[in-house]
């Protein structure tokens, strides 16, 4: 059974930290923005497997720290919580959606229709690259 739906920023953070970030300290993966972000899971038999985390100002959106649980990683749980996202950021009248991506999911991206609109950017030894839609058109 698979279930999504929103959670807390603290729900967020082993997966954060398990999946993108294990060899830094746990605090590294908690943003200061967190409290006032909409934060979304998904479960596989009630546990969590896959987080995001999106940021809204005005009508513009960023969507951050998107991370499956290495052994669910492939089967499809990633894009039903992104599309979940994009849905949920088109109901809250977001029309500009934008990400910091890392390169390994550019491609991911690209099949919900985003763009790459910068150069590469290296950041704490991973490379990035910022993607974009605009939604609500
Ligand atoms: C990006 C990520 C969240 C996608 O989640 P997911 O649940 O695996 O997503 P899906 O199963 O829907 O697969 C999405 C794509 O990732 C690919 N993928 C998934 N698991 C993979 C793995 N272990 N190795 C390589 N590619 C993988 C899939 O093949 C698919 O690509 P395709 O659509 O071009 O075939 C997940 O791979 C992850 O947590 N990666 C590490 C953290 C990260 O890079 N986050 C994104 C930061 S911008």
Redesign the pocket.
């Known amino acids: 059974m698979i279930e999504i739906k929103e959670i807390t920023a603290a729900e967020t953070w082993p997966l954060r930290h398990k999946?993108?970030w294990p060899n830094k300290p746990f605090e590294f993966v908690i943003l200061p923005e967190d409290e006032d972000g909409l934060h979304y899971g998904l479960y596989e038999k009630e546990r969590l497997v896959?987080v995001i985390s999106l940021f809204k100002f005005g009508n513009e959106g960023q969507f951050r720290k998107?991370?499956?649980d290495?052994d669910?990683?492939?089967?499809?749980?990633?894009?039903?919580l992104l599309n979940y996202l994009m849905k949920e950021a088109k109901l809250l009248n977001i029309k500009y959606l934008f990400?910091?991506?890392?390169v390994?999911?550019i491609?991911?991206y690209e099949?919900f229709g985003m763009k790459v609109v910068s150069d590469v950017v290296r950041k704490n030894g991973k490379d990035y690259v910022k993607m974009e839609i605009v939604l609500n058109e």
Not at 72 to 80: D, N, P, R
Not at 99 to 102: F, I, L, Q
């Open positions: 999946v993108m896959s998107f991370a499956t290495k669910f990683q492939g089967k499809g749980y990633g894009s039903k990400c910091s991506a890392r390994n999911a491609s991911l099949k």
